[in-house]
């Protein structure tokens, strides 16, 4: 099946071709245009047409430890294994990783699709009320006894720290906790750190601090940067035998699959990975923007009436009409397909439904992506990223404006 978020994305393009005047909220893509320095290291580039090693080149490696050691987390070069995009990574390590997946409920629509893919069952504990991208530690492990109960063999337990969908950061407290039940059951833990460089304020806790041994960390470009279309994605597997035995295993997924990640793309990663002052200085301007704009709609989301966590990192939110079930439902309204549908079909607003996430179908909840609000154009893009007021954008008030008018004629009474 199509992935529920590659799939709108292409569905709401068509439309806009058409000349359709539909507001994106369906695609988490980070909307951003690329700085010249890093365009230039990429052209420069273009003659390396080798194959190069499976993980990745020793330059790209070294750069990439460089890039967690200044974060706190020491690294040798030979813990880091490259791949066309972290998500390609993620399906070699749920391959890879022995049992069955425990999934925070909801989690971005690729990882139970990868656990199916490679033959496995998936365990969806629901998130805390804080925040998301972490089974709520109450709950964990209990979900466990009864997964082993009804026959599955839980091996692997993924978290998303930042979160998408829920743009929350999990509390430090939770992944403690999750982590202390993750060990005593045995279970490697994934934690996808994709979104840890666009927190809008401070920094994400990891699991790293808590499950160092047992943790895998996978990360890449196409967030932070921007760079989704590039496809740069990098692991980083724990030191020590049970991670050298893992990166073995991994090697033999990558060299089967897709052999090494593209060498422009590696000198491209070396560049940006070594922190260069324009590439801080586009990273904090984003982190701005992404602030500024999620925190805009998430206004709009609850002056409608939805309630909503308030967004903490990236460019995402997932708002609930539960408090105003009554009204929507008085429209037929009673499923979050529907809420999608209507938002699109009545009122030009695309979004996904909570069950693409592996929510309930009858909760009226949707995640919503406001990063290609930015602008259509590169010139746009660029204006809004150095604007100390986006929101007075021409474009971005105007689609503001009408998501405002969207949802109040969505939740109006009678
Ligand atoms: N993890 C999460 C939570 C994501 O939202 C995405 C978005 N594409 C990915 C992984 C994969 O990104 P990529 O393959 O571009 O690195
Ligand atoms: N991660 C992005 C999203 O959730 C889009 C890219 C993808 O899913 O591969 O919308």
């Known amino acids: 099946m199509h992935s529920a978020t590659l799939a709108i994305n292409e569905t ?31 052209s420069a580039a273009a003659g390396r047409n080798g194959y190069g090693a499976v993980v990745g080149s020793s330059e790209a490696r070294e750069a990439a430890a460089g890039w967690f050691a200044r974060r706190g987390v020491e690294t040798r070069a030979e813990q880091v294994l490259f ?56 709950l964990l492990e209990q979900a466990l006894r009864d997964a082993r109960a009804a026959g599955a063999h839980p091996g692997v337990l993924v978290l998303t720290v930042p979160d998408n969908p829920t743009g929350t950061i999990a509390r430090d407290e939770h992944l403690r906790e999750v982590c202390e039940i993750a060990d005593r059951n045995g279970l490697a833990v994934v934690s996808d750190e994709i979104y840890a460089e666009v927190c809008h304020s401070g920094k994400a806790p990891s699991a790293l601090g808590h499950l160092p041994e047992r ?18 994605g990098f692991a980083r597997v724990p030191s020590g035998p049970w991670g050298d035995r893992l990166m073995q295993d991994l090697v033999g997924v990558a060299s089967e699959v897709w052999s090494s990640l593209a060498a422009p793309m590696q000198a491209a990663a070396t560049h940006i990975l070594q922190d260069p002052p324009e590439v801080l200085a586009h990273v904090n301007a984003a982190r701005r923007l992404h602030a500024t704009v999620a925190t805009a709609v998430h206004s709009a989301f609850t002056a409608a009436g939805a309630v909503c966590r308030r967004p903490e990192a990236g460019f995402y939110l997932y708002p609930d009409f539960e408090p105003v079930r009554p009204l929507l439902a008085a429209r037929g309204i009673d499923t979050g397909a529907a809420l999608a549908a209507a938002l699109l079909e009545e009122h030009g607003v695309g979004v996904l439904a909570g069950e693409a996430f592996g929510d309930t179908a ?53």
Do not use: N
């Open 12 to 42: 709401l393009q068509i439309r806009r071709a058409a000349g359709e005047k539909v507001l994106h909220l369906g695609f988490g893509e980070a909307g951003l245009p690329v700085p010249a320095p890093v365009a230039a290291a990429l």
């Open 83 to 138: 791949g066309p995009g972290s998500k390609a990574l993620l399906f070699a390590l749920l391959a890879a990783l022995p049992g069955d997946v425990v999934l925070p409920c909801p989690a971005w629509v690729s990882y139970a699709a990868q656990a199916a893919l490679a033959g496995k069952k998936t365990i969806g504990v629901p998130i805390p009320a804080q925040a998301g991208g972490v089974p709520d530690p109450a």
């Open 215 to 232: 943790t895998i960390v996978t990360s890449g470009l196409s967030k932070s940067m921007a760079l989704g279309g590039w496809r740069i």
């Open 362 to 414: 009858d909760g009226l909840r949707a995640r919503v992506a406001t990063s290609l609000l930015y602008g259509d154009s590169e010139t746009e893009r660029w204006e809004a990223l150095r604007s100390d007021d986006p929101l007075a954008l021409p474009w971005i008030a105007a689609s503001l404006d009408h998501l405002r008018t969207a949802l109040g004629a969505l939740t109006a009474q009678g």
